[in-house]
Each structure stands twice: as structure tokens, then as C-alpha cells.
């Protein structure tokens, strides 16, 4: 196994570290009773307000991570917080967003996004008045009294967007939501949740294997190696924003993705080939 990885951010900058994620390692059953690591000592913190994104090869263990923090799976050593506090289970803190939008085909996009708000006790009025404001924020108000089969693929996870956002969490999963969509779908839902994210202001864990989104959106991307998944290199990207479709044109932009892709491309190799990463 590969040495531990950094320890602690030092105390000065705990205060406003919304996730922390402390050598964890999560190990699944395979076919014989053996438990393999699918995510080995994984560290990292995330500041409030931070726009992190999970990048690596296909199996290596980006949604297992995620899953943790979402509180679906449980570490097998190490520790997940969240606002300071271990995670043992789902919370309204922590909105999940999943690669297939999952809405309740049977509720309009207004009652799908006001359900949240409803479950937590609000009135009628008062979860209506939420869901329309987010409906307006993702720009479906034409579209509130739909069912989300009349609804494109992107309005449809725009609205499971909306409904994640739609008890006010603090952090905002998301798991390759975009990664079932066309490529020109895929970068305009890119710049709207862009968008959205300077007007709501939460911390957001994005999953995806895709370099550019992940440069385009993230304050920092988390590379990962092959499975069993560690984080080989944190990259901060530089960019100004707002960010757009243009900044991927930008001389730094590419200089990232490059420094992404070369690492990518090792732990690919890695993968197809079944060498341990080093
Ligand atoms: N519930 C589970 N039971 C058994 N093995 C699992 C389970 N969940 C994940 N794994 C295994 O853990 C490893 C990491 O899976 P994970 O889905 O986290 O990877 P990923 O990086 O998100 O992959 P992808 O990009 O293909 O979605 C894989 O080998 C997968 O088969």
C-alpha cells in the first residue's frame, strides 16, 4: 500500500471546512467472501463554499466517496464529517444529485421540487412559493405544471437539481449528473449550474470523468488513481470567473487540462492493464 496521506488542515483554516474526508478506505465483498478496497485512506477537505470535483478512471471509486459523504455508505476505516460532525446517515444538509434525474413521474415539476419542503413540514404555500422560486432560477417556469416525461433529458435534471436544492442544503452532491446528456445539453447545463451556484452559494462534491467539465467547473479537482481509488494530485484551478464556454478556450484552461489528462491517461492505463497504482 502507498504511504498515508497529508493529515489535518492546520487549525487557522478548520473553521471553515465544510467536508472532511480523514483516511477513509471502503472495502466491498467480492464473489469468495474477500473484501477488496474500492477506496484506499482517501483524505481531503473541503471548504465552505468550494466547488470540488472528483475526477478518475472509470471503477475507481469516485461514488463511493461521494456516497460516504452522502452518508449511503459507511467507511470501513477513517473518518467522514460534515459541518464538524460524523456522518452516519443521509441528512437535509446534503442534497444528492444522481446521473438519471430520478423525479416522481406522477407530480408536476413544481410538486416534484416542492416535495423536499413539504416532507420537512412546510405549508402548501409556503414549499409552492420555494419550488417556484428555484423554477425560475433554472428557467422552467413555462414548463412548472409539466410531468417530467413531456420534459428533455436536461429540463428533466434541471428540475432534479431544483429539487435537491430545494431544502436549502449546505452541500450539493452531485454524481455525473450531466453524464447522460448530448454534449451541447451537457455545456449548457454546465454554465447554468455555474450559474446557479454563485446565486445560491452552497459547497458542491461533483463527480465526473470528464477533464474539461471538471476544469471548467471546479475550484480544485481531485484526481484519482485507478482503483482502489487515492487522490494523487489536488489541482487548483486558477480561472476567473464567472466561467463560460469561452474560458475553455483560454491558455491557462488548457494548461490544466493538460496537467489532468497526462495523469488521467497513467491511471487509465493503469486500469486497462491491472497494474496497482504506484
Ligand atoms: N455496493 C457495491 N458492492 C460491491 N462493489 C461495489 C459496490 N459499489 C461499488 N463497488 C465497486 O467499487 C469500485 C468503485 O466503484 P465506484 O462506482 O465508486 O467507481 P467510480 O469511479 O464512480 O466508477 P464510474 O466512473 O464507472 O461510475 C468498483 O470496482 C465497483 O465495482
Not at 21 to 33: K, N, P
Not at 112 to 120: D, L, S
Not at 231 to 242: E, M, S
Amino acid at each position: 500500500m502507498a504511504p498515508a496521506q497529508p493529515g489535518p488542515a492546520p487549525l487557522a483554516r478548520r473553521a471553515e471546512i465544510e467536508i472532511e474526508v480523514r483516511d477513509v478506505t471502503i472495502a466491498f465483498e467480492r464473489d469468495g467472501g474477500q473484501f477488496v478496497p474500492a477506496v484506499d485512506r482517501v483524505s481531503f477537505d473541503v471548504r465552505r463554499g468550494e466547488f470540488i470535483c472528483l475526477l478518475g478512471p472509470s471503477g475507481c471509486g469516485k461514488s463511493t466517496i461521494l456516497n460516504s459523504v452522502a452518508g449511503f455508505e459507511h467507511p470501513f476505516a477513517g473518518e467522514v464529517r460534515v459541518a464538524g460532525r460524523d456522518v452516519t446517515g443521509p441528512g437535509p444538509d446534503r442534497g444528492v444529485v444522481f446521473q438519471q434525474p430520478c423525479l416522481f413521474p406522477w407530480k408536476s415539476v413544481r410538486a416534484n421540487v416542492a416535495h423536499g419542503p413539504r416532507m420537512a413540514g412546510k405549508s402548501r404555500a409556503e414549499a409552492g412559493a420555494i419550488a417556484d422560486t428555484l423554477i425560475e432560477m433554472i428557467g422552467l417556469t413555462r414548463f412548472a405544471s409539466a410531468l417530467p416525461h413531456t420534459l428533455s433529458g436536461g429540463m428533466q435534471q434541471r428540475v432534479a437539481i431544483a429539487r435537491a436544492m430545494a431544502n436549502k442544503p449546505n452541500i450539493l452532491l452531485m454524481d455525473e449528473p450531466f453524464g447522460a446528456l448530448d454534449a451541447q445539453t451537457r455545456s449548457i447545463m454546465q454554465e447554468s449550474l455555474l450559474q446557479l451556484w454563485s446565486q445560491v452559494g452552497a459547497t458542491i462534491l461533483f463527480v465526473t470523468h470528464d477533464i474539461d467539465e471538471a476544469v471548467l467547473l471546479a475550484d480544485r479537482v481531485l484526481v484519482m488513481s485507478a482503483g482502489p481509488g487515492r487522490i494523487i494530485r489536488d489541482v487548483t484551478v486558477d480561472l476567473p470567473r464567472p466561467r463560460s464556454l469561452d474560458t475553455t478556450l483560454n491558455a491557462r484552461f488548457q494548461e490544466l487540462r493538460k496537467e489532468c489528462l497526462d495523469l488521467i491517461r497513467q491511471q487509465s492505463i493503469k486500469a486497462f492493464e491491472g497494474t496497482p497504482h504506484v
